[in-house]
């Protein structure tokens, strides 16, 4: 069956503009994480959410950064006004439901100019 | 606080070698789960291997083997007759089972391991 899939696997962007990254998980998992991953750096956490609403969004750095999962599956990543340090890849995974097995898309790349 | 740890940045081998890569965790909760992840050079991380805290049973699949020891909290991982195709860069990841937690992966900060021809 089909992975999990994001979208646009690179962005280039202006420092100041606005980005949003797609995440479309494994039909019927109802969990779905997002991560960060910087250069030479294991991924870190920065959301989760279990069906629509977000359960945990402790990870996120800062409220330039937000995510949406209007109908339980496919999540937007959302980054307002952005900066050269948010250049990393974003990597979203999704799980049958909490605690099980993650399953991870290809990422985005972000470069922030 | 929960903490994993792969102390080895860099590992080289020669193909058919066997290498272990070594994993540390930190954790106060009695239930969690450790897992192992391989990134390639495309760059998808790719699930190998997911172990509960209950089990210490060590598991084999192929030329892969895992060890897990409560004892030394470690949960190191071991490629037989490495390939050239193993190169990658592995991770450890911890995932908390306690009330409260919602299963975010807490991972190292990864090994790279380039296996030569």
């Known amino acids: 069956g089909a992975g999990v899939s994001q979208t646009p696997s690179n962005k280039v962007t202006e420092k100041g503009k606005y980005v949003e990254l797609r995440c479309d998980p494994i039909?019927?998992?109802?969990?779905l994480y997002w991560y960060r991953q910087s250069l030479g750096q294991g991924p870190e956490f920065l959301i989760y959410f279990q069906g629509t609403g977000a359960a945990d969004d402790s990870g996120l750095p800062n409220d330039r950064f937000f995510a949406v999962r209007p109908e339980g599956s496919v999540s937007t990543l959302k980054i307002q006004r952005t900066e050269r340090g948010d250049s990393a890849v974003y990597l979203c995974?999704?799980?049958?439901?909490?605690?099980?097995?993650?399953?991870f898309g290809p990422g985005t790349r972000l470069l922030v100019l | 606080a929960q903490k994993v740890t792969q102390a080895q940045t860099e590992i080289s081998v020669v193909e058919k070698e066997d290498v272990t890569l070594d994993c540390v965790y930190e954790t106060r909760d009695t239930t969690y789960y450790l897992f192992w992840y391989k990134q390639p050079p495309s760059g998808e991380l790719v699930f190998l291997i997911r172990r509960n805290s209950f089990d210490e049973q060590n598991e084999i699949s192929g030329r892969y083997s895992w060890n897990f020891q409560k004892s030394t909290s470690s949960f190191n991982f071991t490629i037989t007759a490495s390939q050239v195709v193993d190169s990658a860069v592995y991770f450890c990841a911890l995932s908390e089972g306690g009330r409260g937690s919602q299963g975010n992966l807490i991972f190292g900060k990864g090994t790279k391991l380039s296996v030569k021809p």
């Open positions: 039909s019927g998992h109802t969990a």
């Open positions: 995974a999704s799980s049958l439901t909490f605690r099980e097995t993650q399953y």
